[in-house]
């Protein structure tokens, strides 16, 4: 068994900063991607950002400049650095890894349960 748990959300004021922690747990013989979504009331959930094993990152355009997605591989873990936000970052922030639980395993996608984020004043 996998387990994502995500920390870090809350209320913040517009302009502020918030960082989102994802700890990875359980069968875990190595993690590929690790990614942070995001879903809005009334909105399909949005892919965020993403780091890959080897540190290549990718930001969706609304987040560019403002977010950092980075990982500590020793702990299984990865990282939101969210500054300068804004209203309409607010949503539950989802992390999703790319895990094999085996060495045969060639990987699957596991979900954490999901963190506020509140922006407002």
């Known amino acids: 068994q996998v387990q994502l748990v995500e920390s870090g959300g809350g209320l913040v004021q517009p302009g502020g900063s918030l960082r989102l922690s994802c700890a990875a747990s359980?069968?875990?013989?190595?993690?590929?991607?690790m990614d942070w979504f995001r879903q809005a009331p009334g909105k399909l959930r949005e892919l965020v950002a993403t780091?890959?094993?080897?540190?290549?990152?990718y930001y969706t355009d609304s987040v560019k400049g403002r977010f950092t997605i980075s990982r500590d591989n020793a702990k299984n873990t990865v990282y939101l650095q969210m500054n300068s936000l804004k209203p309409e970052d607010t949503a539950v922030y989802y992390c999703?890894?790319?895990?094999?639980?085996?060495?045969?395993?060639?990987?699957?996608?596991?979900w954490g349960q999901g963190t506020q984020v509140n922006v407002s004043s």
């Open positions: 999703n890894a790319d895990i094999a639980t085996s060495l045969t395993d060639p990987g699957r996608r596991f």
């Open positions: 780091t890959s094993s080897g540190g290549a990152t």
């Open positions: 359980g069968s875990i013989f190595t993690i590929y991607a």
